[in-house]
Each structure stands twice: as structure tokens, then as C-alpha cells.
């Protein structure tokens, strides 16, 4: 039996950048609010100080900002007519564990979605009529746009201090910048990251080639920043530490680095952590949840009522609590009815691994956000008519810090050890580059999440079962992405390029990104979405669930830059639209 405690304003589950986004927006408002965190507390200067911060074999290999799969993991197959089994090990995606989430270990590429994102099935009818949309793929609008997400992507990038250059200010298009961008009302609050050699080259040889380049959107500071909230964050130093790491600098933007410093000192904020959410309780209507029931440390029960509740956890957890908690209606993929799981997406990883016979970089020296890109083959920025596919990805040269444990790539037919395997590595180490193409995954009916039958966690409940496989649309779209990236490499002067397509079935097994989307997805339909466009569930108004889960499809960009603009869109919602009269905020 659970313990009950005294009534809050508002409970947030999840204290990651949307969680730690909202509390510090409704907090403001003059809200009592409460965050549970599963995870332990997580501090730059305890945490990542700069004598553990690149300890590649912690934090790569052992994964110590992940949560342990002991504790919560998830089922996996390609189709229903598998039995899907456990993950022992995170290979595909790597969940964050504790205060800060995923954000803490991420590489810091910031992308906004473009205009036609948010009306992807409306735009692909309007350009190339509605048959030829397969019927593989079931995208969907958003139930936004875009003149109502720019000024919520403004206020996350000038909170992150986001590195970059503008390629359309008003309709303005500017030289330098990303033509293909949506309109925006001001530059990014920092210059773009200075440039090492590698993506220097790429620059030139894609320009060569006809394409538009621009320096990646960093969440890495280019310079010394204060934010919106009045946080000093420092430079990056090109220490090659980001993806799966906590940054030692200050100079990666992350809960800890642009909110947590101000939230932590507010007194009608409070953080439980170690406090593991088992279920929302529902009133006996189902239109309201009455209550958070969450697990301590102790392997104590309580019961922590509220007025409003915020789930902003990762995506997978999003929907599993929507599931053992009996919010909404589970969609079944046979009949495509129902919401919570539907259109789970992932993300397609293609790109080109570039070796070079008379060219020397330093590759150890990086960032995961530190390169140029190329937007002509993302999205719709290209003609698709007769491709036999939509979709696209944003091709780029960013050399992300070869770590000395993982980063030993040599060409095919390299002996996998002995002394030719070791010539090899000396030679190549600092001769090759990586073309990547972060590529759209849209969403097809068969795949989605539910809670699988069998296999359970240590403590009884129903792991999440995910079944995904790549649609033949995407597998048509990696093809053609990745040969036009190799075009690049060649045109760098690399003496061997390999490709690597994403044209077979997903594997649970290597690393591919950590962009699982979907499954709790927003839209203007009660009846094919879950949340609304304030992020608020359409079943149990005094819900919102906030973050990826709440995509339709994936876009060929990193989504963090996305997820922390729809924080700021719930938040603005909540204060200006729900707190003056509690109810929905739009009609069913």
C-alpha cells in the first residue's frame, strides 16, 4: 500500500532538458512542483570533472550514464510474426539515466525541423498527389506548424547558446547559412564552430559538386555565454569527449550547464531522486490522473497527489508509463486503431568512411557537433518524383574525436589482427574522415510499441516491447543518400570509399543513434494521436507527455533541438492557456 503525501501543484517525471525546461517555466509561474528522477542526481564538477570526464572505457564501453538494463530494458523483433526478445545490452540506443537524461551524453547537434515537416502528408499530397504516398508509410501531419514552433526553437537555442550561422533571417536568405531552413526571426546567439581541416575539405569538394554548405548547428559553444536565465557556460575545447559523455568544460549545453544552476535554487522546486514512477492513477472516469505512484531507494511505495502531471522522460518510458497506467487506447496494428504506441520511428544512419593515401588529420581532436553539412539531400529539398521514395538526410563531415579504444578504422580486406592490422591503424588513425547522413525514418503502421507478454521486469511489470523494421521506403532513400555522400568523399581525394546503406533489417545489436521516436504521437486527430498540439493528452487533460515520443515521423535532423522547443511550447500552454481553466485546450 502505497504511502500518501500531500498534495503538489504539479509533478514532473523525468528530469532531463524537457523536464528541467517545464519546471523551471511553471516554477516561474508561481508553481509548487515536484520532479521524480529514476536516476541519481548527476553534477559537472563531481561527475565530469576533467580527471574522469574521457574515460572512454566508463563511459563508452561500460556505459555508466546509461541506465542499466538490469533494471529496465525492452523487447525487440522486425515483424509480428517474430517473438521478440530482451535487450541484455544497449547496442541500438543508448537511455540516459539521471538527472539530465539523454542530454547529458549527446553530441550537441541542434537542428531545427523544417516547414514541411510538421505537415509532411499534407505537403507530399500537395507536391505529388495522394497515391503516391505508399502504403507502406503512415506519416502524418503534426497538428502544428511552423510560424507556431520558430518562437519556441528561438527560446531553446538562445537558452542553449547554440554555435551557428543563419541561412534564413525573415525570408532573408543569407550567405553561409542553410538556404533549405525555415524563416527565422534572429541569428543563433553564437558564431559557428572555427573549423578543423577535415570538414574544411568537405566544404570544398561539396561546393565544388553544386551543393549549398553551412557549419553544423552546435549545442558545443563557440565562445564564452551567458544565458536567458543568466548561466555563464564556456567555450568548447575540442577534447573529442561527447557522444556518451558528460562535458568537463561547461561548453556543452545540457540541463546541468543551462537550467539546473538556477531551477535547483528555487524554493517551490523539489527533486526526489532514486525515485522510480510505477504507474499514474487514474480516476475512476479515466479523465484525470489523481495521482504519481513511484518506487524510492528504499523499495518504499508512495502515492504523490497533483493538480497537473508532466511526463517528460525518454521516449520509450513515455509510452510504457502510458501503457501500465491504461492512459489512452493501445493502437493495434491490424486494425490501426488506437494511439499510444503508434508510429514508433527511428532513424536511418548512412553515410561513407573515407580513406586517404596523402592527407593527415587531427582526429582526435573534435566534437560531436563540430563540422559542416550539406541540406540539399534532406527532406523534400529535392525533386523525389520517379525516385520510388520521400525523404532525405542531412549530409555532413563532423569529426567527432577518435577515442583511442573504438576509433580504429582501416580499409576492407584489413586483417582483423596481427601486424598488418597494427601498419594499418598507424596509417590510417589520422587518414580518414566519415561523410555521415543522418536520414529520415517515417513512420509505417506495422511498426509500434506495446507491452510485451512475456518477459517482465524485476519488479513484475510488463517490459516494452518494440517492433520495427525499416520500410522499403527508407532502404531507397539510404541507397540513394549514401552514394551521393561517397560522390563527396571521392571529390575530398579519398583513395577508398566505403559505403555503408542502411538496406536491410534493424538490428537491436550496433549502435546506430539514440533518436527513437514516436509511439505517444501529437496531431490534430483525437483518433490518430495521442497528445494534441500543446503536448496535452487528448484521454486525460491534466496530462501532458513531452519529448520525441511525441513525433509522427523522424526528419532527417537530430531531434534535441525539436524536443526542447515542444518544452517550451507545453510550458507557454500550461501558463498562458490550461492554469486560467483546466480542461482541454483543444476540441476533441
Not at 501543484?9 to 520532479?35: F, H, K, M, P, R
Not at 504516398?133 to 501531419?141: A, G, H, K, W, Y
Not at 569529426?399 to 601498419?423: C, E, F, H, L
Amino acid at each position: 500500500m502505497a504511502r500518501l503525501l500531500p498534495r503538489r501543484d504539479v509533478v514532473v517525471v523525468g528530469l532531463g532538458w524537457s523536464g528541467s525546461i517545464i519546471a523551471n517555466e511553471l516554477t516561474e509561474e508561481g508553481l509548487d512542483v515536484v520532479a521524480l528522477e529514476r536516476g541519481p542526481w548527476r553534477d559537472t564538477a563531481a561527475d565530469f570533472n576533467i580527471g574522469v570526464a574521457p574515460d572512454e572505457l566508463r563511459f563508452a564501453r561500460r556505459r555508466e550514464l546509461m541506465v542499466s538494463p538490469a533494471q529496465v530494458t525492452v523487447t525487440t523483433r522486425n515483424n509480428a510474426s517474430q517473438t521478440a526478445l530482451p535487450m541484455r545490452e544497449w547496442g541500438s540506443f543508448h537511455p540516459g539515466n539521471g538527472v539530465g537524461g539523454a542530454g547529458i551524453h549527446w553530441a550537441g547537434i541542434t537542428y531545427r525541423f523544417h516547414p514541411t515537416d510538421f505537415r509532411l502528408r499534407s505537403h507530399l499530397t500537395e507536391r505529388y498527389g495522394a497515391a503516391a504516398i505508399p502504403e507502406e508509410l503512415s506519416v502524418q501531419d503534426w497538428g502544428t506548424d511552423w510560424e507556431e514552433m520558430e518562437p519556441f526553437y528561438d527560446r531553446f537555442d538562445y537558452l542553449a547558446g547554440i554555435s551557428g550561422k543563419a541561412g534564413n533571417i525573415q525570408g532573408r536568405i543569407e550567405e553561409g547559412g542553410n538556404p533549405f531552413e525555415g524563416p527565422r526571426a534572429r541569428d543563433y546567439p553564437l558564431p559557428p564552430m572555427r573549423q578543423p581541416y577535415g570538414p574544411t575539405l568537405f566544404a570544398e569538394a561539396a561546393r565544388g559538386l553544386g551543393y549549398h554548405v553551412f557549419p553544423a548547428p552546435s549545442a558545443l559553444l563557440s565562445q564564452g555565454y551567458v544565458n536567458t536565465l543568466g548561466v555563464a557556460m564556456g567555450p568548447c575545447t575540442y577534447c573529442g569527449f561527447c557522444t556518451n559523455y558528460g562535458c568537463a568544460n561547461y561548453s556543452k549545453a545540457s540541463a546541468q550547464t543551462a537550467v539546473l544552476p538556477v531551477l535547483m535554487r528555487k524554493p517551490n522546486f523539489e527533486l526526489r531522486t532514486l525515485c522510480e514512477v510505477l504507474r499514474l492513477r487514474l480516476d475512476p472516469s479515466r479523465r484525470q490522473v489523481r495521482s504519481v505512484i513511484y518506487l524510492d531507494s528504499d523499495g518504499e511505495e508512495w502515492e504523490q497527489p497533483a493538480d497537473l502531471v508532466v511526463v517528460t522522460a525518454f521516449t520509450l518510458d513515455n509510452v510504457r508509463l502510458m501503457l501500465l497506467s491504461g492512459v489512452g487506447e493501445t493502437y493495434d496494428p491490424r486494425t490501426r486503431r488506437g494511439t499510444i504506441g503508434r508510429n514508433f520511428s527511428y532513424q536511418m544512419g548512412n553515410g561513407a568512411q573515407c580513406y586517404f593515401e596523402d592527407k593527415v588529420f587531427n582526429t582526435f581532436i573534435g566534437g560531436g557537433a563540430i563540422g559542416m553539412a550539406i541540406d540539399d539531400l534532406n527532406n523534400d529539398n529535392f525533386d523525389h518524383g520517379g525516385l520510388g521514395f520521400f525523404g532525405g538526410g542531412s549530409v555532413r563531415c563532423i569529426p567527432v574525436g577518435a577515442t583511442p579504444i573504438a576509433q580504429r578504422p582501416v580499409p576492407p580486406g584489413t586483417p582483423r589482427w596481427g601486424s598488418a592490422w597494427k601498419r594499418a591503424t598507424v596509417k590510417y588513425y589520422q587518414a580518414n574522415l566519415n561523410v555521415s547522413a543522418e536520414s529520415s525514418s517515417y513512420s509505417s503502421p506495422a511498426n509500434h510499441l506495446d507491452l510485451d507478454p512475456t518477459y517482465t521486469d524485476r519488479l513484475g511489470r510488463p517490459l516494452l516491447r518494440i517492433t520495427f523494421d525499416f520500410p522499403e521506403n527508407d532502404r531507397r532513400m539510404s541507397r540513394y543518400v549514401t552514394v551521393r555522400a561517397a560522390e563527396i568523399g571521392r571529390a575530398m581525394g579519398a583513395s577508398q570509399v566505403v559505403e555503408t546503406v542502411r538496406d536491410g533489417h534493424w538490428s537491436s545489436v550496433p549502435y546506430q543513434s539514440t533518436h527513437v521516436v514516436g509511439g505517444m504521437i501529437m496531431g490534430a486527430d483525437p483518433t490518430t494521436s495521442a497528445v494534441n498540439k500543446y503536448l496535452q493528452s487528448w484521454d486525460v487533460p491534466n496530462l501532458f507527455v513531452v519529448g520525441a515520443s511525441a513525433f509522427p515521423q523522424n526528419s532527417g535532423y537530430n531531434p534535441t533541438g525539436t524536443v526542447g522547443a515542444l518544452a517550451f511550447k507545453a510550458a507557454d500552454a500550461i501558463r498562458t492557456r490550461y492554469l486560467a481553466a483546466p480542461g482541454p485546450l483543444v476540441p476533441a
